[in-house]
């Protein structure tokens, strides 16, 4: 699969071009406009190509595909203070995930063993 090597291409511009009083916005349309100047084909000299042709590598993986019906929580996060709840609660009336039955605690909107949205 041929991708687009935009980091390449960025540090190659960057290198090539003083931008310290430009706007953001302007840096991206004089980046947008370079990478669609028509360059030499370097396996047909004679050809002409978009430059954005000449960043574009080989790479053989296959694509990552997100599925946002399902939910299968990794573990990486559960013990990390921003996730849920800060407190180690637990709610004594017994709130149960309704899914996988794993105790919960008063304020729990996902349960942190299987992620099912809890009501």
Known sequence: MRVFD????????????????STPELTLM?????????????????????????????????????????????????????YGNALKERNTDGKFCSECGTNLSDTAKFCPECGTTQE
Request: proline share 9%; net charge negative; glycine share 4%.
């Open 6 to 21: 935009g980091k390449k291409a960025a540090n190659e511009y960057m290198s090539k071009h003083t931008l310290a009083f």
């Open 30 to 82: 004089r980046f947008a406009f370079w990478l669609g100047d028509s360059v030499p084909d370097p396996e047909n000299k004679e050809e002409a190509i978009p430059r954005m042709m000449t960043f574009m590598t080989e790479q053989d993986f296959a694509p990552v595909l997100i599925d946002d019906d399902k939910f299968v929580p990794t573990g990486a996060v559960r013990n990390s203070p921003v």
